[in-house]
Each structure stands twice: as C-alpha cells, then as structure tokens.
C-alpha cells in the first residue's frame, strides 16, 4: 500500500465535528442560594452511530430542590476540550498541510469545537444516576449531540499518529448568578460500563481488552462468543477504546444478545494496528497474528463458560482485514465470521488461501461509496470467489450509508449521510440481511445458528 493509500486511512474513525449552540437563561431565585455543601457534576458519555458524545451532565447542587424549578433555560452549560499533550485538532491538521486537501468526513474548519457553550435540550431534577425525580439535590442537563456537533465529542483523531485519544473535557455549569459548578466527579457510561477492562500478555506481545460477559443460568451452561477486531484509528493503550471509538458497545445491547441467549463479548486492541505487516502496511500479514489467536485462546481457557464450537470473529476495516487473515490462517477454527469494509485486498488472496477462507462460513458487509477501502478491490471480487468455489458467503452491499434513525439530516431534508466507508453502522445497528431459502434473515441471527463442525 502506497503512503498516499495509507494517509487515506485517517478516516477510519474519525468522529463527526459539532457545532454549539447558546440559550437564553432564565434563573428561579432560590437556585441562586448558597448550598449546603460544593456543587459538582459528573458526564455522561453515550457511543453513537458516529462516536462517543458527552450527552449529559449531572449537577449535584448540594442543596434540595423541585422539579417546578427548572427548564432548560435555568443553566448555562461551557465546556473546554483539552487534548491529549502534543495532539492537534482536524482543523490544525488542515493548516499544518498548508492548504493540502485532506478529507475528514464531517470536516472542522476552525477551532471553535474545543471550547463554548452547549445547547441544553432538556432539564429536570433527578437522582445521582439522571432519573426523574420531582425533588432531589441533583440535575440532569440533557444537550444536543449529533454527527456534525464537535463540542460534546469524547474523542479526537490525531493527524499526526493516526490513533483516535481521549478528550479531557472541562465543564463550567453557571445559573446566571451565584452558583458556579466546575467541580468534575467523574464519568459514567451506560454502554461501555457493562464491559470489563482488562490485557493479555502473549509472547512478545501484551493485548488490552474489552470484554463483556452474559447472565449464566446454571454452572453448566455454555455461551457463544464474538470476538470483535476494531479499526485502525482504536490502537493503542486503551482499552475502552475498540467498544466506544465507534460503537461496538452494541454487541453487548439486547438488540444483538437476543439472537444468542447471552452472549460473551471480547474486543482485543492492537498497540499499533492490525494491518501492521512483516514487510509493509496491509501487506497480507500482520505482526500480531499468532500472538493475538493465542490471545483469544487464553481468554477462553479463563472462561469455562464459553462454547469452543461457536466462536464468531468479525471487525471493521483494518479489523476486517485481521479478520481475513484469522479465517484464512486458522481454518475451522471459527464457527462464522464477518468483516465489514475489509482490508485485504483481493489480489493478495490466493487459490490456496481462498480455499482455506472457504471452510469458515463468513458475512461481508460495505458500502458503494467507500472510497478509503473500495470494495471493487476487496470485498467484491473476494465474495465472487467464494460463491464460485460453493462457500457459503453472504453480502450486504449498501449503496451509501445514511442515518436510518430519522433524527438526523441534510439541509434539504434527507437523511444525513456519513462517509462511504463507515459500513460498521449497519452492523450495530442490525441492518445487514440477505435471502437464505427464500427468507429475509439478518447478520445475527444467521450467525447465531452457525456451529463449528
């Protein structure tokens, strides 16, 4: 792959740029008491179609009050984006190109998306965890989140190591006259709090990961596992990020457990990236391949519970690509797979390779207008090989990808739509189906009834 190839890879997991939005305020008096102890606030970071936004604050006022005494113009709500030491924003990125056209997806021309105040969509009193309550010492103040809005954005793509890192965000909650909250508490994640963080040392290479572990009924009772691989920009030390830089926390939401019963959930990240060759970038191999099938053996040796004859693995564009190689170095070995917007290209798969990629019954996903990876070079002349050669390969080919949720659109009206090669959306969101004997069935479901044989 040609530098000029690998530069077009920053879009992996570029998070969609946002914009603020100022209130008016209108302040009830007895808000603007002194409290009975220092005020604080805690974020709530939520995983979206397009990233991780911070889409609440919860405001402990150290005081009682009622649910009578706030609307959404009570509280100003500010907040600063500080990034990670020696990182630098899109827009600086853009600069520092001096005038070079560098697409980023949803774009950020300016340096208004590290500091300003954001849009409070809904305001009420509720319990330390943002329930509704009609008196209570806490607020919640819901804002405005959306693929364009970069201030509530957790995460920021560096230009410079092509890795997506966490943005330290500073709030300031102000009711327009005494009362001034800065003190931050802490984070909650509904999603990603359902996973466990921990690594894997194997050989020479130490792996952090997510994990997600179901409701067991009985001592005896075996679950599935999906292994998920992320995208190229979820490198690194942290292990939060291959569930939350896009929105792989879903494998862990009833929409997808529902097809397994419970499931286990394991998300390995990669110190650089998986497309990490031997001798090049995305060269058909990867430096991590034996240690990280030693890694997912380890993690099913600690976990009786899981059933070794349904081991799913899948992943998205630099993980599709680690997926490929899993499938065609260990054939067998995995019950089904399904890489989205895969990386390995076509030309790199020989006939002895196809024949072992084969024998593991596998899902592509990707869209026509991927234009980091084209599918014309991966995945369709791969899926054609297949078909040809009797494997039992489906394929959800999306036209483009668009927000299917209906919250979020273009000017003139229709739906808001994302870069080409952010196909993963249509995984989470369970939107991948084909015709199997005459009838609709979705990706989860068809994984669901594969068993290793």
């Excluded at 009578?68 to 600063?80: A, C, I, L, Q, Y």
Aim: glycine share 8%; proline share 5%; net charge neutral.
């Amino acid at each position: 792959m040609t530098r000029k190839q690998l530069q077009q890879m920053i879009r992996l997991s570029l998070c969609g740029v946002m914009a603020a939005g100022v209130f008016a305020l209108g302040t009830p008096a007895s808000l603007a008491a002194v409290p009975a102890q220092q005020p604080s606030y805690k974020t709530v970071t939520e995983t979206f179609d397009w990233g991780p936004s911070v889409s609440k604050v919860i405001v402990d006022l150290g005081r009682t009050v009622k649910a009578s005494e706030v609307n959404t113009g009570t509280f100003k709500v500010h907040v600063r984006r500080e990034l990670a030491e020696g990182a630098i924003t899109p827009a600086e990125a853009m600069r520092e190109k001096q005038g070079a056209t560098i697409s980023l997806g949803a774009e950020s021309t300016s340096d208004k998306d590290l500091e300003g105040d954001r849009q409070v969509t809904k305001a009420y009193v509720s319990d330390a965890k943002g329930n509704p309550v009609e008196s209570g010492g806490y607020v919640t103040l819901e804002m405005a989140v959306s693929p364009t809005d970069t201030l509530g954005a957790a995460l920021n793509f560096d230009l410079h190591t092509m890795l997506n890192n966490w943005v330290k965000p500073h709030y300031t909650i102000t009711d327009g006259r005494k009362l001034v909250v800065d003190n931050n508490q802490g984070d909650i994640r509904p999603q990603a709090d359902k996973f466990h963080y921990n690594h894997e040392l194997v050989v020479r290479n130490s792996f952090p990961y997510a994990s997600y572990e179901p409701e067991l009924k009985n001592k005896d009772e075996k679950k599935p596992l999906i292994i998920w691989l992320h995208g190229m920009g979820e490198g690194g030390n942290s292990p939060s990020l291959p569930i939350m830089g896009n929105k792989a926390t879903q494998f862990a939401d009833a929409s997808i457990q529902k097809y397994f019963g419970g499931a286990y959930v394991l998300a390995p990240q990669a110190r650089t990236y998986w497309m990490h060759g031997y001798k090049g970038f995305a060269d058909g191999t990867s430096i991590y391949s034996e240690s990280l099938m030693e890694c997912i053996k380890a993690y099913v040796a600690k976990h009786p519970h899981v059933d070794e004859n349904r081991i799913y693995v899948g992943g998205d564009s630099n993980g599709g690509y680690m997926t490929m190689l899993l499938v065609r170095d260990n054939p067998g070995f995995f019950a089904a797979a399904f890489p989205t917007c895969e990386g390995l290209k076509d030309s790199l798969i020989s006939d002895k390779d196809l024949k072992n990629i084969a024998k593991t019954p596998i899902w592509f996903t990707a869209a026509k207008t991927d234009t980091v990876l084209p599918p014309k070079d991966y995945a369709v002349p791969t899926v054609a090989r297949l078909k040809k050669a009797g494997a039992d390969v489906h394929f959800s080919f999306f036209d483009k990808v668009v927000d299917t949720s209906g919250k979020y659109k273009k000017a003139d009206g229709t739906p808001y739509e994302y870069m080409g090669h952010w196909s993963w959306i249509y995984v989470y969101n369970d939107e991948c189906e084909d015709t199997i004997g005459g009838k609709t069935v979705k990706l989860f479901q068809w994984m669901a009834a594969q068993k290793r044989k």
